[in-house]
């Protein structure tokens, strides 16, 4: 079965770090880029940060510095560290695995972060 599976979104207050996790099954995971994206209410859905299967990395610029996308492909699961957390960082946030052939998209968890 195909899945992403994200947990890790809290309460945060402005300031503090939460880390999320997408844990994949189904998918080919060491040859796939794994994203995180978020979407506010109201707003459209933004790429945060991206982590190729060679382990390159990319980053909208109002996370950078402060957020840090992780790969581990032994346990097919890829990570976002977010510390310094701003109220404008809540949005329900959604890991994406861009594989050969296939998109996959997880349900979302949602980052509330309040000031």
């Known amino acids: 079965q195909v899945q992403l599976v994200e947990s890790g979104g809290d309460l945060a207050q402005s300031g503090e770090s939460l880390r999320l996790s997408c844990v994949a099954s189904?998918?080919?995971?060491?040859?796939?880029?794994m994203n995180w994206y978020r979407q506010a209410p109201g707003k459209q859905r933004d790429l945060v940060a991206g982590?190729?299967?060679?382990?390159?990395?990319t980053y909208i610029d109002s996370v950078k510095g402060r957020f840090t996308i992780s790969r581990d492909n032994a346990k097919n699961t890829a990570s976002l560290q977010m510390n310094s957390l701003k109220p404008e960082d809540t949005a329900v946030y959604s890991c994406n695995a861009e594989c050969p052939g296939r998109i996959t998209w997880g349900q979302g968890t949602q980052v509330t972060v309040s000031s």
């Open positions: 189904g998918i080919p995971f060491r040859l796939c880029t």
């Open positions: 982590i190729t299967s060679g382990g390159f990395t």
